[in-house]
């Protein structure tokens, strides 16, 4: 038996009794079709089952409608409710999307591009890897649209990012307003811009309050929980509260207290990212908040903005956080 045929806008147009011109007018949005006669080729398309050809159509004027987003991983909830986002704006906009991931390997990263150009992507939200090189991206991708994503990518190229400096203070300056007097930071051990920015907001605020900055380097689960068993067991100046710079970072120093056998509630504890448990641990934690959605949503619309052909110079988005007050900081639970 022969495949079925599909059925094609020339099925559609006879069936609605009008011209091609008109049904493919319509199909694509256009605004001079009358009423009565969309309503006769929106009724034809359902009889027939006609699916347009997007890809093909996007093809002839030099588009694939589909963009391409590399993240590093979409293990914690901010990338995961901004890939959500992405995926929701860009369905509205008629466009597919393309996720692949770089575990924070700058070589994979390059590799990921190479796979996005050559599926002719129409453009691309990157969350740059530790130590990307803005000269190499650029050269790989040639004219084809880029917004960096969560961390900065050179001058030329569009952003969208925290004002991590701001939250890193912000977050410093309330553990110091419920009077912690040692207050260290613990960070990731990558060379990453948002990471490094939070750490100098945290020495601003310790500087302007007197106090001695400490920062511990969360290389593996084992050295952590020495360096913080240390910090918090010392006889002389012990730590007396904690500022996680990043998810991961949290969930690690989660587990060493545990395995420490250090309660929570005994020291003054901020992390910057949101945990999707953090209202159900004990005490619930404190948290620098990312506006993932917005966050999301401003870089599809620059994006789509470059893909429709704006020109105008790079578009440095920065958006403050916010704190979401529990009570690991010391605030009582209301």
């Known amino acids: 038996m022969l495949p079925e045929k599909r059925p094609t806008i020339i099925d559609v147009a006879l069936a609605a009794k009008v011209g091609a011109s008109t049904v493919s007018r319509h199909v694509r949005g256009g605004q001079s079709v009358s009423a009565r006669v969309a309503k006769r080729i929106d009724a034809a398309i359902a009889e027939l089952g006609y699916e347009p050809n997007t890809l093909a159509r996007g093809l002839r004027v030099g588009r694939s409608r589909t963009i391409g987003v590399l993240f590093p ?19 509205r906009s008629g466009f597919t999307v393309m996720l692949l991931m770089h575990q924070e390997d700058p070589s994979l990263q390059m590799d990921q591009l190479i796979s996005l150009k050559r599926s002719q992507v129409d453009g691309i939200i990157l969350v740059p890897a530790a130590e990307s090189n803005v000269e190499h991206v650029r050269q790989l991708l040639g004219k084809t649209p880029v917004v960096a994503f969560d961390r900065p990518l050179g001058n030329s190229i569009d952003s969208v990012t925290l004002h991590n400096r701001l939250a890193g203070r912000q977050a410093t300056e309330h553990l110091l307003w419920h009077k912690h007097q040692h207050i260290i930071s613990i960070i990731a051990p990558y060379k990453l811009h948002p990471l490094e920015a939070r750490l100098r907001g945290y020495k601003d605020a310790m500087d302007e309050a007197g106090k001695k900055s400490e920062t511990l380097v969360c290389r593996d689960e084992t050295q952590l929980q020495s360096d913080l068993w240390h910090a918090l067991r010392r006889k002389r100046a012990p730590a007396t509260a904690i500022l996680s710079m990043s998810y991961s970072v949290t969930i690690a120093i989660l587990s060493a207290l545990r395995d420490c056998k250090i309660p929570l509630r005994e020291v003054g504890f901020i992390g910057v990212d949101d945990l999707e448990f953090a209202s159900f641990l004990n005490p619930p934690i404190t948290a ?45 639970a209301e």
């Open 73 to 91: 991983h979409v293990n914690n909830v901010f990338f995961g409710n901004a890939m959500r986002t992405i995926q929701v704006a860009a369905q």
């Open 288 to 332: 620098v908040a990312q506006p993932a959605e917005q966050f999301a949503q401003l870089a599809f619309e620059q994006l789509l903005r470059r893909i429709e052909g704006n020109e105008e110079p790079a578009a440095k988005i920065s958006l403050p956080a916010l704190l979401v007050v529990r009570s690991s900081c010391g605030c009582k």
